[in-house]
């Protein structure tokens, strides 16, 4: 069936680093990724779609210039969370879709555990 | 706006009763529902969807949920539960513009006791 790979799955480090995330899509090509952030014991918040070739859509409240989506290729999509600081701290995951179709589900990433100290 | 309430915050059931984990929704038009599972530190795994047809839907790990139009539910049910069921439970409909974006409830936590 369909993978998504995430990459890495945990990530500690100091306040003020950069930390890139990476959504792939293993055996099928994904024009658009979802990214999501989700705090223990609740459910997923959307942060932004990530559409192939074209500019990241985010909801809102969301800050483009803090949490950075590129999706260069059909298979890679990700999300830089620059200058990260201890609230950025989460659990965020990366979903795609198989198809443009509506009815098929989508194929979640492992997630990334962020602890910004 | 497409939306889905999980009403429990968590279910606790035996081993070998039956597990139910409720969802109500509200839609425009016709709804697009999916269950998801979700196991410590890990992402969601997808475990079955009413699109249209029948409706009772089965699905992965023996789960199957009944479509009800008349009380806007689409309820998770296993008529005998594992202690490896023991999950985050996660109901979602599908974005009515159709660009495959998902609105997911609260979701439940489900214990199952040995």
């Known amino acids: 069936g369909a993978v998504v790979s995430q990459h890495p799955s945990r990530v500690i480090c100091k306040s003020g680093t950069s930390v890139k995330i990476e959504c792939r899509s293993l055996d099928f090509q994904a024009t658009t990724m979802f990214w999501y952030r989700q705090f223990p014991k609740q459910s997923l918040m959307l942060m932004a779609t990530?559409?192939?070739?074209?500019?990241?859509?985010?909801e809102q409240g969301v800050e483009k210039d803090k949490f950075l989506i590129n999706h260069a290729s059909l298979t890679l999509s990700t999300l830089t969370v620059t200058s990260a600081h201890p609230e950025d701290s989460s659990f965020y995951i990366c979903?795609?879709?198989?198809?443009?179709?509506?009815?098929?589900?989508?194929?979640f990433g492992d997630g990334t555990r962020l602890s910004i100290l | 706006a497409q939306s889905v309430a999980q009403p429990e915050d968590q279910v606790n059931v035996a081993e070998g009763n039956p597990l139910t984990v409720k969802c109500t929704y509200s839609?425009?038009?016709?709804?697009?529902l999916f269950w998801y599972v979700q196991y410590p530190n890990r992402g969601l795994q997808f475990l079955l969807k009413?699109?249209?047809?029948?409706?009772l839907v089965k699905g992965s790990y023996g789960f199957e949920a009944e479509f009800n139009k008349s009380q806007t539910s689409f309820h998770l049910k296993k008529p005998s539960a594992l202690v490896s069921d023991s999950a985050l439970y996660f109901c979602a409909v599908r974005d009515i513009n159709g660009n495959n974006r998902l609105a997911f409830g609260k979701g439940n936590q489900v214990v199952v006791i040995p």
């Open positions: 009413y699109i249209t047809g029948d409706n």
């Open positions: 979903s795609a879709p198989t198809s443009g179709n509506s009815n098929q589900p989508q194929h």
């Open positions: 990530s559409n192939e070739g074209s500019k990241a859509t985010y």
């Open positions: 839609v425009s038009g016709n709804p697009y």
